[in-house]
């Protein structure tokens, strides 16, 4: 096996140039192909790739490491102590300004100038459809077997999906106003492609725009411009789904918090995908409303139940809501849904779990108490019912279900 990598890692690093390592659960180096590139700010290569291995990391999966610095690795361990790591190389295209951005956002001394725009010079430039391409050739050469292409692109562009909570509260009075610019062209494609619920288009349109090509709005900082372009496209996907038809209350909620996470996040790989999740999020609505032939009250239920989701809701609620009687309501939501309305809000709820499982620390029991659901136990049954696994066991490993 060792004689085997060894060949297969020199046949990638002639197709790519870009290094690949092989280390043991320590970091040491087993192997390598290519000059291992040392990032400056660190003493050794060892060290720098120390900090890309996490210790609920999965394995026999090609894992995508993009670090604050705008490098990028794939890490694939092969067991618990052998990993096959590839790179650094990026997907930015790093000037001279990217480079004072990171380090006016990271207080590096300008003493390692020099060192960094050597560095940066030297790391090989992929898209994502080459990131993919890469992390299936590997799997394949060490696997024999092909890769499952959804492992890789959920990570580069679904880590986080964005959904309000308490919206009640956010959605009051909220406009959004951008007074940024961004070049003409791409405004349209993604105001077309968001109105018209064209995601595929969506997708490779967000994989072409290169961020350092769009203009710079911040001259100092490139962490503060990487979040302008963000929150750019959310307000631009925002008004054109909006204008495509969507709830304007779902609409504003969904951009209002995704901006928040924006400003809240320090991590450039979040920054870029909470903004790439946002407009596919609003993407899935707009053509869920297309597919819509409900009645105003099941549909005003639909949007009741959205918005209040950390409430507890009763059928009675919801029919006082719509002028209705409780049974008729029931019957007619069951009717044009083919659910019944009380199994309809209990599965938004486990969908919310589900979320606050993967993108928070709240126990289980703070998150059926947030649900409102009767106790833990009451909780935990019905989330196994409809995810066929545990709240811990998906919170552990959600892409089992």
């Known amino acids: 096996m060792k004689n085997n990598l060894e060949y297969i890692s020199q046949l990638i690093y002639d197709a790519y140039n870009i290094p690949l390592f092989i280390s043991n659960e320590k970091c040491h180096s087993l192997t390598s192909s290519g000059e291992q590139l040392k990032h400056p700010l660190f003493d050794s290569v060892e060290t720098s790739i120390n900090r890309l291995?996490?210790?609920?990391?999965?394995?026999?999966?090609?894992?995508?490491?993009?670090?604050?610095?705008?490098?990028?690795?794939?890490v694939f361990h092969l067991s618990s102590i052998e990993t096959v790591i590839i790179g650094p190389f990026t997907s930015f295209e790093m000037t001279e300004n990217s480079v004072n951005g990171i380090m006016h956002d990271y207080h590096i001394p300008s003493s390692y100038q020099q060192e960094l725009?050597?560095?940066?010079?030297?790391?090989?430039?992929?898209?994502?459809?080459?990131?993919v391409s890469l992390c299936s050739l590997t799997y394949f050469l060490i696997c024999q077997e092909p890769l499952e292409e959804e492992l890789v692109r959920s990570q580069l562009m679904n880590f986080d999906e964005i959904e309000p909570a308490h919206t009640e509260q956010l959605i009051r009075h909220h406009r959004l106003e951008a007074s940024f610019h961004m070049?003409?062209?791409?405004?349209?494609?993604?105001?077309?492609?968001?109105?018209?619920?064209?995601?595929?288009?969506?997708?490779?349109h967000l994989e072409s725009i290169k961020m350092e090509g769009m203009s710079q709005l911040s001259k100092k900082s490139h962490l503060?411009?990487?979040?302008?372009?963000?929150?750019?496209?959310?307000?631009?996907?925002?008004?054109?789904?909006?204008?495509?038809?969507?709830?304007p209350e779902i609409a504003y909620t969904m951009?209002?918090?995704?901006?928040?996470?924006?400003?809240?996040t320090f991590d450039l790989q979040k920054i870029l995908l909470i903004g790439d999740d946002l407009l596919f999020s609003l993407v899935d609505r707009m053509?869920?409303?297309?597919?819509?032939?409900?009645?105003?009250?099941?549909?005003?239920?639909k949007n009741y139940i959205f918005?209040?989701?950390?409430?507890?809701?009763?059928?009675?609620?919801?029919?006082?809501?719509?002028?209705?009687?409780?049974?008729?309501?029931?019957?007619?939501?069951?009717?044009?849904?083919?659910?019944?309305?009380?199994?309809?809000?209990q599965e938004e709820k486990i969908k919310e779990a589900q979320k606050l499982l993967i993108q928070t620390d709240y126990s289980v029991?703070?998150?059926?108490?947030?649900?409102?659901?009767?106790?833990?136990?009451?909780?935990?049954?019905?989330?196994?019912?409809y995810t066929g696994i545990t709240p811990n066991q998906y919170r552990k490993n959600p892409l089992i279900h």
């Open 117 to 131: 725009y050597h560095y940066y010079s030297q790391l090989e430039l992929l898209n994502q459809k080459q990131i």
């Open 365 to 385: 029991a703070d998150i059926c108490m947030l649900l409102h659901f009767n106790n833990q136990s009451h909780f935990s049954s019905i989330f196994k019912d």
């Open 307 to 345: 918005n209040h989701i950390f409430e507890q809701i009763s059928i009675k609620d919801l029919a006082d809501l719509v002028h209705l009687n409780p049974v008729y309501l029931s019957q007619l939501f069951k009717k044009e849904t083919n659910k019944p309305l009380g199994k309809y809000i």
């Open 255 to 264: 951009s209002h918090i995704s901006i928040q996470k924006v400003e809240e």
């Open 224 to 247: 503060r411009n990487i979040k302008n372009q963000v929150i750019i496209y959310i307000a631009l996907g925002t008004r054109a789904a909006i204008e495509g038809g969507l709830y």
């Open 183 to 204: 070049d003409h062209r791409i405004e349209q494609k993604i105001w077309q492609y968001v109105s018209e619920g064209k995601k595929e288009k969506l997708l490779q």
């Open 53 to 74: 291995i996490q210790p609920d990391d999965q394995y026999n999966v090609p894992l995508i490491r993009i670090t604050n610095y705008l490098e990028i690795f794939i």
């Open 287 to 301: 053509n869920e409303n297309r597919e819509n032939t409900h009645s105003k009250a099941v549909n005003v239920c």
